[in-house]
């Protein structure tokens, strides 16, 4: 099973569980050859040597196998506490053909929780547009994975029409009720109300602020929201969360769409480096192993 399984295929397949324990099993296997090379051989049960601590801990079988020293994880250190949060408003669900971002951010999660099952550690879903949908608690059993995968599989279906995003309240709600020091990993297309951005900032910061690690992935089918290639002939081009629609040719609008997507996403990854959220832009085209490295990434940083 390749990581670039096409969008299509996974709504009409339907199974999430299935698909991510193969997209998780073979990018394991790649990492072989990636610089993580020695996370795929117990990647649940180390870390990496720090310069200056003892060398008590180190697993010398293992850096018999991949010339890179590993200690072993305590169990208190191998417990995560992960909140993948899914940001469900209808510009989500764009492109219609297959609801792309939607079912890129449900197979993205489902990856996630996958392997954070693998792990032994702790996983919470949350999906929202102005309010909370589903909120689950936080925990690594088995029936409790296996709920998540069913609620991931329920959101590819049809969905309600003119949703608007409040992610900032949402985000707000979801710092107060989360005790412990945890990852939150949000799935969003950002398109909330431009004049509500420094609101957004406000809920970012306060995750930051109670001491939470936060993974933002940015979902955008860059193809036609960021470069709009459209091709030159007249389109209705409809706001799925107002239903407001405008009828007119690309090129009319191209440059000036362009300049005002850049600045504000430039915006966006700029304010997120401020706070010191990892903001990574991922595009449904490029498949998941963009999700499954930003993980891997934070995960080596997390104490």
């Given at each position: 099973?390749?990581?670039?399984?096409?969008?299509?295929?996974?709504?009409?397949?339907?199974?999430?569980?299935?698909?991510?324990?193969?997209?998780?099993?073979?990018f394991?296997?790649?990492?072989?050859?990636?610089?993580?090379?020695?996370?795929?051989?117990?990647?649940?049960?180390?870390?990496?040597?720090?310069?200056?601590?003892?060398?008590?801990?180190?697993?010398?079988?293992?850096?018999?196998?991949?010339?890179?020293?590993?200690?072993?994880?305590?169990?208190?250190?191998?417990?995560?506490?992960?909140?993948?949060?899914?940001?469900?408003?209808?510009?989500?669900?764009?492109?219609?053909?297959?609801?792309?971002?939607?079912?890129?951010?449900?197979?993205?999660?489902?990856?996630?929780?996958?392997?954070?099952?693998?792990?032994?550690?702790?996983?919470?879903?949350?999906?929202?547009?102005?309010?909370?949908?589903?909120?689950?608690p936080?925990?690594?059993?088995?029936?409790?994975?296996h709920?998540?995968?069913?609620q991931?599989?329920?959101?590819?279906?049809?969905?309600?029409?003119?949703?608007?995003?409040?992610?900032?309240?949402?985000?707000?709600?979801?710092?107060?009720?989360?005790?412990?020091?945890?990852?939150?990993?949000?799935?969003?297309?950002?398109?909330?109300?431009?004049?509500?951005?420094?609101?957004l900032?406000?809920?970012?910061?306060?995750?930051?602020h109670?001491?939470?690690?936060?993974?933002?992935?940015?979902?955008?089918?860059?193809?036609?929201?960021?470069?709009?290639?459209?091709?030159?002939?007249?389109y209705?081009?409809?706001?799925?969360?107002?239903?407001?629609?405008?009828?007119?040719?690309?090129?009319?609008?191209?440059?000036?769409?362009?300049?005002?997507?850049?600045?504000?996403f430039?915006?966006?990854?700029?304010?997120?480096?401020?706070?010191?959220?990892?903001?990574?832009?991922?595009?449904?085209?490029?498949?998941?192993?963009?999700?499954?490295?930003?993980y891997?990434?934070?995960?080596?940083?997390?104490?």
């Amino acid at each position: 099973m390749k990581e670039t399984l096409n969008l299509g295929q996974i709504r009409s397949f339907g199974n999430v569980e299935f698909l991510a324990r193969q997209l998780v099993e073979g990018f394991i296997t790649g990492l072989h050859k990636s610089p993580f090379h020695g996370f795929s051989v117990e990647f649940a049960e180390h870390r990496l040597y720090n310069t200056g601590e003892t060398t008590r801990h180190i697993d010398w079988k293992v850096y018999g196998k991949t010339e890179k020293l590993f200690v072993k994880r305590y169990e208190e250190e191998t417990n995560l506490r992960c909140h993948l949060l899914i940001d469900t408003s209808s510009s989500m669900y764009y492109p219609e053909a297959n609801y792309g971002k939607m079912t890129f951010s449900v197979m993205a999660a489902a990856c996630l929780a996958y392997m954070l099952q693998r792990q032994k550690d702790a996983v919470s879903l949350t999906t929202f547009a102005d309010t909370i949908d589903v909120q689950t608690p936080v925990k690594s059993t088995p029936s409790h994975i296996h709920k998540l995968f069913t609620q991931l599989d329920q959101l590819m279906q049809q969905p309600k029409p003119l949703r608007k995003t409040s992610a900032a309240d949402v985000i707000h709600q979801v710092a107060e009720k989360i005790n412990k020091r945890s990852l939150v990993v949000i799935f969003s297309d950002m398109f909330e109300n431009v004049e509500k951005a420094d609101a957004l900032f406000s809920a970012l910061q306060h995750l930051r602020h109670n001491l939470h690690e936060v993974l933002l992935f940015h979902v955008t089918d860059k193809k036609t929201e960021e470069e709009f290639a459209f091709d030159e002939r007249p389109y209705e081009f409809v706001d799925l969360e107002t239903g407001e629609s405008v009828k007119l040719q690309p090129g009319q609008v191209r440059e000036t769409y362009q300049e005002a997507v850049k600045s504000y996403f430039q915006d966006l990854k700029m304010r997120c480096g401020q706070y010191k959220i990892d903001f990574i832009e991922a595009d449904i085209a490029q498949g998941f192993d963009q999700i499954l490295t930003s993980y891997l990434v934070k995960r080596t940083k997390m104490k």
